[in-house]
C-alpha cells in the first residue's frame, strides 16, 4: 500500500521559511517523478514544482521560481520543498504527489498516480 505523509507546514509570517516534506512507502521511491501541489480555499489545485527519479530534473510554476526548492533523498523515500520569501498568497494546503513516470517531470495533476492527506501553510502579512 502507497503512502505519501506531508509535514512541515504550519503558520508563519510574510518573508519567512518553511520546510515541507513528504516521506512515501510502498514504493520504489527512486523510480517515481514526485511532486508538489497546493489548493487555496476556493481554488482549483495549482503546480509548485516536480523533480524526476534520477538525475534531478526539476520544473518549478512561475510563482515560485527563485524562491521554493525541490529535493529529495532516495535513500530516505523522502521528498521536500523549501519554502524562502513566503507570500501570503502562498498560503494554501500542500499536497505532495509520486508519478510513476519516473524520468519526466510534468505540473499535469492527472499525471500523478498517489497523492498524501496535505500540510497546510498559512503566510501572514
Known amino acids: 500500500q502507497v503512502q505519501l505523509v506531508e509535514s512541515g507546514g504550519g503558520l508563519v509570517q510574510a518573508g519567512g521559511s518553511l520546510r515541507l516534506s513528504c516521506a512515501a512507502s510502498g514504493l520504489t521511491f527512486r523510480m517515481y517523478a514526485m511532486g508538489w501541489f497546493r489548493q487555496a480555499p476556493g481554488k482549483e489545485r495549482e503546480f509548485v514544482a516536480s523533480i524526476s527519479g534520477s538525475f534531478g530534473r526539476t520544473m518549478y510554476a512561475d510563482s515560485v521560481k527563485g524562491r521554493f526548492t525541490i529535493s529529495r533523498d532516495n535513500a530516505k523515500s523522502t521528498v521536500f520543498l523549501q519554502m524562502n520569501s513566503l507570500k501570503p498568497e502562498d498560503t494554501a494546503a500542500y499536497y505532495c504527489?509520486?508519478?510513476?513516470?519516473?524520468?519526466?517531470?510534468?505540473?499535469?495533476?492527472?499525471?500523478?498516480?498517489?497523492w498524501g492527506q496535505g500540510t497546510q501553510v498559512t503566510v501572514s502579512s
Open positions: 504527489a509520486a508519478d510513476r513516470s519516473g524520468y519526466s517531470v510534468t505540473d499535469v495533476d492527472a499525471r500523478y498516480d498517489y
